[in-house]
């Protein structure tokens, strides 16, 4: 399961800044990093008017990739590493964004020591989809620390949020909850595709075939 949201950059710091108020609002310190692991009863209104900021933002866009079931994966079909695959997802789940009329700047929460030359294949393999050669396209892709960025932070809870959905749990009332919450805002199941012309809450789920013989 891999998760993205996209903003245009005029507006990145007036999210920033209306993610801080709702700690304020909240009683939460500003130091608090909200993370779909975190969900609960004692927090669900601060995690609920995360999803609801999400929802009433114009410029605010979710888009997901679900694997349904990782053991149908045929890594050695294709001579790769379950790594290799990581980042080929994360190929396919941003170049849907990829808008010629525009630039872009590519956030991604670090994963290890190893993840920047994979990184650096990434944004060469975007650039080449778009025959931008020179980078104009998607001007950098750089590796964050997910407590440092907000809108990083809203994609987790996001990503969180459709991979319960996903993985048929109900173990958490308030995860539970917030599922619904986004089902109702969004009208979908979140277990399946939508059109990828729908724009608010994108969703791929992926239907890997089983290993012939």
Known sequence: MLGSIQCPARHRRAVARELRKLKDVHGLSPGFEPKWTKVSPARFDYYSALVDLFWNDRDLSFRAIVI???SKLRHDDFQQTHDDFYYKLYFY???????????????????????????HRLHEMLSNSQYDFDYKIVRSIELVRSDQVPLVQLTDLLTGC??????GLASSTAKSRLVELVRE????????????????????????????G
């Open 185 to 212: 805002r969004s009208g979908l199941s979140l277990t399946r595709s939508t059109l990828p012309t729908e724009t608010k809450l994108n969703i791929y789920v992926s239907q890997a075939r089983e290993k012939a």
């Open 68 to 70: 349904p079931d990782k």
């Open 93 to 119: 789940l941003l170049r849907h964004w990829l808008d010629r009329r525009h630039e872009y700047r590519v956030f991604l929460d670090i994963k290890d020591t190893r993840s920047w030359d994979k990184t």
């Open 162 to 167: 459709v991979s319960y959905a996903n993985r």
